[in-house]
Structures are given as structure tokens and as C-alpha cells.
């Protein structure tokens, strides 16, 4: 019974730091989930080097690594499964989509709050392959953190771009 004691600590350890990451992730922005940075992947690179050791504590072994391993698989199943059946802590820990341009408008006040600069949003227009903000329907923030964008343009584009194939198709 005493050797099974360091690897339900080293598993107890691991679950608290997976929760600490998940709320961490929460306050600061699911923004940062989708657009990585240069910085932002060495941020989590040092991250996850620093809490190594909160995980695992003193133990280097294999079977410690291994226990810290399956306990962050499991609590992330179980998490899930969780947040699949209440609907209101899915909400809360995800959040919900934010509308950031309707109708060719920006909501300023959407785009302060979420931390997004007008070049990150004209960033995303662009890769939808819409021109200007004026010709967006709806861009909203996914609660991924990607940029969804609607346009009449896009409609259009991607009729343009099937009636393509399709008159490619025909010279087979």
C-alpha cells in the first residue's frame, strides 16, 4: 500500500495543475488558442517545463511520468464528458461565440473586450478571401478562437470557384 502513495500524489498533482491550465487559459483569453505567436509558443513551452515539476514532484521515474500522463488523459475524458452534459459549465469554461463585425460594421466594444487589434481582424478577412471589412455579413469569434467570416462575397466566390471544377472536370 505504501508504494501506490507517491503515484496517487503524483496523479492528484497532475489533475490540480490541468485544472489551474484550464481556468489560466479561461481568464486570459480563448483568442490565444488559435492564433499562436512566436511568443506564445515559447510561452508554452516554459510552461509546460515549469509545471513538470509540481506534476511529478521528486519522482523521475518512468512509471511517474507514465502516471502523470494517464492522469491528465483521463481527467481530460472526464472532463469532456462533463462538459458534453451540462450545458451551463460548458458555457462558462468555452464561452460563447462573439459577434465582431455585422453588416460591414465593427462592434468596437467586441474587439476591446476579446483583445483583438483591427490588423488581427482584417488578418482573418483577408484568408477568407474577402476584401474589405465593408463586405462582411457577420465575423464572429468562435469560442476556438477562430474567426468566422460571412460574406455575400464569399457566397459568390465559392460558386465561381464549384462552376470552376466543375467546367475542369468536363475536359477529362
Do not use: C
Not at 74 to 84: D, E, P, R, V
Not at 131 to 156: C, H, K
Amino acid at each position: 500500500m505504501a508504494s501506490i502513495i507517491p503515484f496517487l500524489e503524483i496523479a492528484g498533482r497532475s489533475v490540480a495543475v490541468y485544472l489551474f491550465m484550464i481556468l489560466a487559459i479561461k481568464f486570459f483569453g480563448k483568442k490565444e488558442l488559435s492564433q499562436l505567436s512566436v511568443i506564445d509558443l515559447v510561452f508554452i513551452l516554459l510552461i509546460s517545463n515549469s509545471v513538470q515539476n509540481a506534476m511529478v514532484g521528486p519522482s523521475t521515474t518512468l512509471e511517474g511520468g507514465i502516471t502523470a500522463a494517464a492522469s491528465l488523459f483521463i481527467i481530460n475524458s472526464i472532463l469532456k464528458q462533463f462538459l458534453f452534459r451540462d450545458k451551463k459549465v460548458n458555457q462558462w469554461i468555452q464561452g460563447s461565440p462573439v459577434i465582431l463585425v455585422h453588416d460591414g460594421k465593427i462592434i468596437e466594444d467586441h474587439l476591446k473586450n476579446e483583445k483583438i487589434t483591427h490588423e488581427e481582424l482584417e488578418a482573418a478577412i483577408r484568408e477568407h478571401g474577402v476584401n474589405s471589412v465593408s463586405d462582411v455579413n457577420l465575423a464572429i469569434l468562435e469560442v476556438d478562437g477562430n474567426i468566422s467570416i460571412l460574406s455575400d462575397n464569399y457566397q459568390r466566390h465559392s460558386k465561381r470557384k464549384r462552376r470552376a471544377r466543375k467546367d475542369l472536370s468536363g475536359l477529362n
